[in-house]
């Protein structure tokens, strides 16, 4: 695994999940960044043509030869299977260890358990310090602002997006460039107002004062 702080586009990917990586995330990903792998993601990120340069977790799902590859080719960093965090927590908090400008969930799977801990994760405090956090989950594009942030996207008019409080209440919420604009709102854990937006200018800029935001975009197929 490089040394921490390294320059590498300045960019983390942490692969994680239970399924194969969809084709529209693996096209999106730069080609310079650092890759990490939460555990039995390996399996999928080696399918994809991706070469982690580091395996994370408590390794009880990873099969023995995307093991046998990683003993061979990545550092390892294995943990009791007791632990208290999901190996995508671990791996997440690995990246931020490489402290990059921007970091970049990948994975996919039905457990919707495993789908919320996945993306809540991306809103731990540590990652507060990376100015750029972004995930795909499937082929669904999802961003996360830390307050004080802010967010600026290019997108094709009539694209859905919708803003979320998903790690609890955010202050001071603003997003422009949309039919429904917002200055200064309170948006409460878990409520529609920023539900199902439109884009009608291909700049948004979206800002949150307080709290950890959490922007889906619907992107055409």
Request: hydrophobic letters at 45%; one cysteine or more.
């Amino acid at each position: 695994m490089p040394a921490e702080g390294v320059d590498v586009d300045d960019t983390v990917i942490v692969i994680t999940g239970e399924q194969a990586l969809h084709q529209r995330a693996l096209q999106a990903l730069p080609e310079s960044a650092i890759v990490l792998a939460a555990d039995g993601a390996l399996d999928h990120a080696l399918a994809a043509g991706l070469h982690p340069a580091g395996l994370i977790g408590d390794l009880d799902s990873v099969s023995p030869e995307g093991l046998a590859w990683a003993r061979a080719h990545a550092t390892i960093e294995r943990h009791d299977p007791d632990k208290e965090r999901t190996d995508t927590e671990l791996a997440l908090a690995v990246a931020v260890r490489l402290d990059p400008a921007h970091v970049i969930m990948v994975g996919s799977g039905d457990r919707l358990d495993h789908t919320m801990a996945a993306i809540g994760a991306l809103g731990h405090p540590s990652l507060t310090s990376v100015p750029l956090i972004d995930c795909w989950w499937g082929d669904q594009r999802i961003h996360v602002v830390h307050g004080p942030g802010r967010l600026t996207l290019e997108l094709p008019t009539d694209t859905t997006l919708s803003l979320l409080a998903l790690h609890g209440p955010c202050g001071g919420v603003g997003i422009t460039g949309v039919k429904w604009p917002l200055a200064g709102a309170h948006l409460d854990a878990l409520i529609g107002e920023g539900v199902s937006n439109l884009t009608i200018d291909e700049q948004v800029e979206i800002t949150v004062s307080t709290g950890v935001l959490t922007v889906f975009v619907v992107e055409a197929a």
